[in-house]
C-alpha cells in the first residue's frame, strides 16, 4: 500500500514541479476576461480565455490596486505573472502581478487620460471658443484629397455658398505622418488670411481617428486664431480635435453647412428687404403726396399777399416805434451831458481832478519798478540758492566718483548700520548694485 500516494502529496509535489520551472515564474498571456469577479477583500478572480482555451486567474489586493484601468467582462488584456497550483483544488492557475488593457482597449485609456487632462487645463472651454463668421469670403479644408469626406464638403459649400472661396489642402488623415501634416497644414491655414478652417476626414475604427487624438493636433487647434471646424468621422465617433475645435460637425457635410449661410436663404432675405423697402417707400410717397396736396389747399397760398401784407404792416409799426424811442433817448443823453459840462467847467475841481491823476500815474509807476526791482533780486537769491543745492546733491556727488549705499530704502552713513550678510544696494551715476555683506572692518 506504500506504493499509493494521497491526493494531497501528488498535489503538492505537482505544486513543487511548477514553482521550479523557470519557464512559469514570469509568464505573459493575452486574452479576454471571463467570470470576472471583484471579492470584498480587494482581490480579483476570474477567467482568461480564447477561442480554444480557458484558463483561471486571480490577481491579489495589492497588485489591483496598481491598475489604471476598471476590468471587467470581455476586456481583451495582456498580463504578466507566474504559473501555480492552488492545493486545494488541485488546479493551476496564473498569478497576475500586472495588466493592461490590450490594443483597442489600450487606445481608449489613454484616450479618457489625455482628454481628462486637457479639460482640467481649460483647453475645451467655452471661453476659449471663437465664432463662426456669418459670410466667409475664404474657407480652408484640410482633408484627404481623395474620398467621399472631400466631395461632400466641396458640394455642399459649391451649393449653399458659391461666393466663398475654398482652399482645398491635401491632408493626411492617418497612418504614418499622418500628425505632423495636419499640424502644419493647420498653422499654413492659419497664416493665410482664410475666414474658418473645416478639418475633417470620414469615419473609421478609433485607430483610424487616432491622429485627431494626438495631444500636438489638439495643441495645435487650441492656439489656432482661426475659427476651426472639427468633422472628423460620423456622427458616433468623438475625437479630442472636437472638443477643442471651436464648433463640433457632426458629419463633413454638417461642417458645410455650419461654415456657410444658404444663399438661397439670403436671396429670400434680400427679397423680403426689397418688397419691405418698396412698400415703404410706396406708403411715403403717398403720405407725402397727401400732405402736399393739404398744403396746396391752404387759402393763404392761393392767395400770397396774406401771408405779407400784415408783416409788412408790422414792420412800418416797428419803424416808427425805433425811430421814437432814438429819439427819446437821444434827448435824455444829451440832456445829462449838459449837466456833467458844466459840472466839469468849475476850475477848482478840474484842477484838482488833474492833479490827482498826475499823482496816481507817478505812484503806479513807481510801484511798478520797486516791484521789477524786488522780483530781480529773488531770482538771484533763486539762483544762487539752487547752484548751492546742485552741488551737495545726491546726483552730483555721485558724478564726481562716489556712490550712494542703502538698505531697505535707507541712506547707510555709518558702518554700525550693517551687519554680515546684509542685503545692500550701491547707486552709482549710471546704474545700481546689489550687494551682500561679507566683511564690515
Known amino acids: 500500500m506504500d506504493k499509493y500516494l494521497s491526493v494531497t502529496a501528488i498535489t503538492k509535489y505537482i505544486k513543487y514541479k511548477f514553482d521550479q520551472d523557470p519557464h512559469l515564474l514570469n509568464v505573459f498571456i493575452k486574452g479576454e476576461i471571463s467570470?470576472?469577479?471583484?471579492?470584498?477583500?480587494?482581490?480579483?478572480?476570474?477567467?482568461?480565455?480564447?477561442?480554444?482555451?480557458?484558463?483561471?486567474?486571480?490577481?491579489?489586493?495589492?497588485?489591483?490596486?496598481?491598475?489604471?484601468?476598471?476590468?471587467?467582462?470581455?476586456?481583451?488584456?495582456?498580463?504578466?505573472?507566474?504559473?501555480?497550483?492552488?492545493?486545494?483544488?488541485?488546479?493551476?492557475?496564473?498569478?497576475v502581478q500586472s495588466m493592461q488593457l490590450d490594443g483597442v482597449g489600450l487606445l481608449y485609456e489613454k484616450f479618457e487620460a489625455l482628454k481628462k487632462e486637457l479639460a482640467e487645463k481649460g483647453y475645451f472651454d467655452q471661453e476659449h471658443k471663437l465664432s463662426i463668421p456669418k459670410y466667409p469670403k475664404k474657407i480652408a479644408v484640410l482633408t484627404a484629397s481623395t474620398g467621399a469626406a472631400i466631395r461632400d464638403i466641396c458640394s455642399t459649400l459649391d451649393k449653399r455658398y458659391p461666393l466663398a472661396e475654398q482652399v482645398l489642402m491635401s491632408t493626411l488623415v492617418q497612418g504614418k505622418g499622418a500628425k505632423d501634416n495636419i499640424i502644419n497644414n493647420i498653422k499654413e491655414a492659419d497664416s493665410m488670411g482664410v475666414d474658418v478652417i473645416i478639418v475633417g476626414r470620414g469615419g473609421g475604427s478609433i485607430e483610424d481617428l487616432w491622429s485627431f487624438n494626438e495631444r500636438e493636433v489638439v495643441e495645435a487647434i487650441y492656439h489656432c486664431k482661426t475659427p476651426v471646424i472639427s468633422a472628423v468621422g460620423h456622427e458616433t465617433d468623438t475625437t479630442l480635435s472636437d472638443f477643442v475645435s471651436d464648433v463640433r460637425a457632426a458629419t463633413p457635410t454638417q461642417a458645410a453647412v455650419i461654415a456657410t449661410p444658404d444663399i438661397n436663404a439670403l436671396y429670400q432675405l434680400i427679397?423680403?428687404?426689397?418688397?419691405?423697402?418698396?412698400?415703404?417707400?410706396?406708403?411715403?410717397?403717398?403720405?407725402?403726396?397727401?400732405?402736399?396736396?393739404?398744403?396746396?389747399?391752404y387759402y393763404k397760398l392761393k392767395t400770397p399777399s396774406l401771408l405779407y401784407d400784415q408783416e409788412t404792416q408790422k414792420l412800418d409799426e416797428l419803424q416808427k416805434q425805433l425811430s421814437r424811442n432814438l429819439e427819446q433817448t437821444v434827448t435824455r443823453n444829451n440832456h445829462k451831458l449838459d449837466i456833467l459840462q458844466n459840472k466839469l467847467r468849475i476850475t477848482t475841481i478840474y484842477n484838482k481832478?488833474?492833479?490827482?491823476?498826475?499823482?496816481?500815474?507817478?505812484?503806479?509807476?513807481?510801484?511798478?519798478?520797486?516791484v521789477n526791482r524786488i522780483i530781480s533780486q529773488k531770482k538771484q537769491v533763486l539762483t544762487s540758492k539752487l547752484a548751492q543745492l546742485d552741488a551737495l546733491s545726491?546726483?552730483?556727488?555721485?558724478?564726481?566718483?562716489?556712490?550712494?549705499?542703502?538698505?531697505?530704502?535707507?541712506?547707510?552713513?555709518?558702518?554700525?548700520?550693517?551687519?554680515?550678510?546684509?542685503?545692500?544696494?550701491?547707486?552709482?551715476?549710471?546704474?545700481?548694485?546689489?550687494?551682500?555683506?561679507?566683511?564690515?572692518?
Open 35 to 95: 467570470n470576472f469577479k471583484r471579492h470584498s477583500s480587494g482581490h480579483l478572480y476570474f477567467a482568461l480565455k480564447d477561442d480554444k482555451g480557458v484558463l483561471s486567474a486571480m490577481m491579489f489586493k495589492s497588485s489591483a490596486n496598481q491598475l489604471s484601468f476598471n476590468p471587467k467582462e470581455g476586456d481583451q488584456v495582456l498580463v504578466e505573472g507566474r504559473i501555480g497550483v492552488y492545493e486545494s483544488r488541485g488546479a493551476y492557475q496564473i498569478y
Open 394 to 441: 545726491p546726483t552730483q556727488i555721485m558724478l564726481r566718483g562716489y556712490s550712494i549705499i542703502e538698505k531697505n530704502d535707507k541712506i547707510i552713513t555709518s558702518k554700525n548700520d550693517l551687519k554680515i550678510d546684509d542685503d545692500i544696494t550701491i547707486n552709482l551715476k549710471d546704474g545700481k548694485i546689489n550687494a551682500n555683506v561679507k566683511e564690515i572692518r
Open 271 to 297: 427679397s423680403n428687404a426689397r418688397q419691405y423697402l418698396t412698400k415703404h417707400i410706396t406708403q411715403s410717397i403717398q403720405q407725402d403726396k397727401h400732405k402736399l396736396k393739404q398744403l396746396s389747399s
Open 353 to 370: 481832478t488833474f492833479q490827482f491823476r498826475q499823482d496816481f500815474n507817478r505812484l503806479n509807476m513807481l510801484q511798478t519798478q520797486l
